[in-house]
């Protein structure tokens, strides 16, 4: 079964389709209609609710919980187990509104209403973290939220206005209460008919055998799309949440080891600590309610050759570790993409996590995306480099791509042919120039035409190679922080 707290109110489930996603159950099944649907791809926040659960990483926290908001359009079912699912009905205290909800009433921010339960909860999630945030911050907490009728900012002044004097809430006050409860759920058993959730190698590796066509999953933000845009359905499903070793994040001596079903909330301030480069990519990487269930095993596993860490792991050396429950194994992230969305996981593996060595600090790495919409989404070209110079002289040169071929690649050519060479010449630039000229054979599509992706693939080196040789012409990057946990959100 799987147990949480719909609101205030323990709720089990038994029996249900394995693709029902969180906004079909709860307008459906439970008649909670304040959750809107908009796009159902997790792009418009429509139907942004947000989720509770205990902070167990943290031993000065205990009993402390964590909010965050997610796309219910794309969340299946297993995302609740343990969890308190909160709901724009919920949120008012008898007859009084919640602060969030009467800011936006008194800042007029909100016109037509179809979207306000959204842009509610979003703002929900934002209020109970500790900080107070700038507003980079609530941009950043706002960024899965369209309104369809009007500016943006009365509501960006209503989320500033109450998350800069917040008040202690009937959340904060049933905080323990509600840990205590989130805790007794947590030790039963998981699982439905249709919807597996294993909690061990063993118990996945048992799932996978008995229903080999089982899709296997994490955050479901790419397999529920399916089902909302495609309109699939799926009889047995197998989710990752529950799977420990899936979801652990260790800083080892010489890398970082990232569990495979950890969304990019809960990985963000870790990886930039050891990867500050790939911030803008991070933030551009989706809307915070997508980041907030998005895992990097996912963004892997799909073997999607426009998707968005694919290239970083290429450029960094990354090493994918696999299990099938009797065996584990290393595959390097250069071996580890085959074909168009086939990659080395045999029928009975999984990944299990993701090594990424660390760089020398000396290292010069650096993540551009070109997509058509700056924010949130799909990436048109991506380019990852990883330059090692040595007295002057290039060392190694690591790269990674997307969106330019059938598969994310790395161009093994550049490493070969200007190892040695002096990196500030312009003999240098225009031999790596030329190798990425005639590297790829890119397809015309919607996103760009094939003659657009190898201009922009040799104009990224042309930016990369001025960007860490002439200081005097270096060109602007703006770097974005990434409030990535409840003790992460700057101070105004």
Not at 187 to 192: A, E, F, L, P
Not at 227 to 254: G, R, W, Y
Not at 442 to 456: F, Q
Request: charged share 20%; proline share 4%.
């Amino acid at each position: 079964m799987i147990s949480f707290l719909l609101n205030d109110e323990i709720t089990t489930i038994d029996q249900a389709r394995a693709d029902m996603t969180l906004l079909e159950y709860l307008r459906e099944q439970k008649k909670l209609t304040g959750t809107k649907e908009g796009c159902a791809s997790g792009d418009c926040g429509a139907c942004t609710v947000v989720l509770a659960e205990v902070n167990h990483r943290d031993i000065t926290a205990l009993n402390k919980l964590e909010y965050r908001a997610i796309n219910s359009c794309v969340t299946f079912l297993s995302a609740l187990h343990g969890k308190q699912l909160i709901t724009v009905e919920h949120l008012p205290d008898a007859k009084v509104l919640h602060p969030v909800q009467q800011s936006l009433v008194e800042h007029h921010g909100s016109q037509c209403g179809f979207c306000t339960p959204g842009f509610i909860m979003s703002m929900f999630a934002l209020y109970q973290q500790t900080a107070q945030p700038d507003r980079e911050s609530v941009i950043q907490a706002l960024s899965g939220n369209l309104c369809r009728c009007t500016g943006y900012r009365p509501i960006i002044d209503a989320t500033l206005s109450v998350c800069q004097n917040k008040q202690a809430d009937k959340f904060k006050q049933a905080e323990t209460q509600t840990a205590k409860r989130l805790n007794e759920i947590n030790n039963k058993v998981i699982s439905t008919d249709n919807l597996l959730v294993p909690t061990s190698r063993q118990e996945l590796a048992a799932a996978k055998a008995k229903y080999p066509q089982a899709n296997v999953f994490a955050g479901s933000t790419d397999l529920a799309l399916q089902v909302t845009q495609q309109l699939k359905s799926f009889e047995k499903l197998i989710a990752l949440s529950a799977m420990p070793d899936l979801n652990q994040l260790v800083e080892q001596e010489h890398g970082l080891l990232i569990g495979a079903a950890l969304p990019f909330g809960k990985i963000e301030s870790t990886l930039l600590k050891h990867f500050p480069a790939l911030s803008e990519l991070l933030w551009r990487f989706a809307a915070t309610p997508i980041r907030n269930q998005a895992s990097l095993g996912g963004n892997v596993a799909n073997g999607s050759p426009i998707g968005d860490m694919p290239p970083v792991l290429l450029a960094l050396n990354a090493v994918i570790h696999v299990d099938n429950g009797a065996q584990k194994r290393t595959i390097a992230a250069n071996n580890f993409f085959l074909d168009y969305r086939k990659t080395a996981l045999e029928a009975a593996e999984w990944i299990e996590a993701i090594f990424i060595p660390y760089t020398h600090h000396t290292n010069l790495v650096r993540a551009y995306k070109v997509s058509k919409r700056y924010e949130d989404d799909i990436s048109a070209v991506c380019a990852v480099f990883n330059l090692q110079v040595t007295n002057g002289k290039v060392h190694n040169i690591y790269s990674g791509f997307g969106g330019v071929a059938a598969i994310p690649a790395t161009v093994l050519e550049l490493n070969t042919q200007l190892k040695g060479k002096t990196w500030s010449s312009s003999e240098t630039f225009n031999i790596g120039k030329n190798i990425l000229k005639q590297a790829f054979t890119p397809l015309d599509d919607v996103r760009a035409s094939k003659i657009y992706r190898i201009n922009m693939l040799t104009n990224l080196w042309k930016r990369f190679w001025l960007e860490t040789n002439q200081s005097s012409q270096k060109i602007a990057t703006r770097v974005v922080h990434i409030p990535a946990s409840t003790e992460e959100i700057p101070h105004a």
